[in-house]
């Protein structure tokens, strides 16, 4: 082959390829642009944690380019943390109380939904081994408890409670949130730990859970809310998750983890 013509075929090549990267180019453009990443901010109830986890999922997944990202803590820290402007997209308290603190504050955007409730169990170790039957199992020095402080909404029922039982527990611990005391059964720092059955049933069998009949006393048992945080540069995706939780997906999950629907 003359030197000429390898230098035709030569630079036929080079267009032929420039040709191909342009069209390759071009498709590109066409192509749906990325959806814009964002990220949502939920704080919740600690007793939420794994049903919340696994909606999280879910929601990202049907929603690309979102995160979700949780606080999870007693709800009455939680309210305070709202009122006091921390940032959070949306607010799911353990119960009506905690959930008014915010609304109070008009730190809720609309009316907040009550979409499910929780009772108490007595949390003790698998077998049972200290034979707790009832709340009046409890008092005494035979048996060591932890229960969650008055303000917090497993407090607040486990007072109602006892009043049901005409009990006084002497606790060796009062929580911030119901997971801690739950812990603490888990860990064996304690005989015994007044927690909600979801709790008990997350354990995968680290506890056994005790039912006890004054959980169902008025006051005890707790209705869980989710509302929007009024001013958050989140709305929509807000009231997307607040959907979510509330709609077919969010049951079926609730429900899975022992949580009564309402």
Do not use: H
């Not at 986890?53 to 943390?81: H, I, K, M, Y």
């Not at 169902?216 to 945080?229: D, P």
């Amino acid at each position: 082959m003359s030197s000429a013509r390898r230098l035709v075929l030569t630079a036929m090549a080079a267009a032929v390829a420039l040709g191909v990267a342009a069209c390759g180019g071009g498709g590109g453009e066409q192509q749906q642009a990325a959806p814009p990443a964002r990220t949502l901010t939920v704080s919740a109830a600690a007793s939420l944690t794994d049903v919340y986890n696994q909606l999280g999922t879910q929601f990202e997944q049907a929603n690309p380019g979102t995160t979700v990202r949780f606080n999870f803590g007693g709800s009455d820290t939680l309210a305070q943390q709202v009122v006091q402007g921390v940032p959070a997209d949306v607010l799911a308290t353990a119960s009506t109380r905690t959930m008014q603190t915010a609304q109070q504050a008009n730190r809720i955007q609309g009316q907040p939904v009550t979409y499910a409730a929780n009772q108490l169990q007595i949390a003790v170790q698998p077998g049972n081994p200290k034979q707790i039957a009832n709340l009046q199992s409890l008092v005494g020095p035979q048996v060591t408890e932890s229960i969650c402080a008055p303000a917090v909404p497993c407090g607040a029922a486990t007072e109602a409670a006892e009043r049901a039982a005409g009990v006084t527990l002497d606790p060796v611990s009062e929580e911030q949130d119901v997971r801690s005391v739950l812990q603490r059964v888990i860990t064996r720092n304690v005989d015994a730990g007044l927690v909600y059955v979801t709790d008990v049933k997350s354990t995968n069998g680290q506890v056994q859970g005790i039912d006890f009949p004054q959980a169902t006393a008025q006051g005890a048992a707790q209705n869980y809310l989710i509302g929007a945080v009024a001013g958050s540069p989140n709305a929509d995706l807000a009231q997307q998750w607040i959907a979510f939780v509330t709609g077919p997906q969010g049951d079926a999950a609730l429900t899975q983890a022992g949580f009564q629907l309402k």
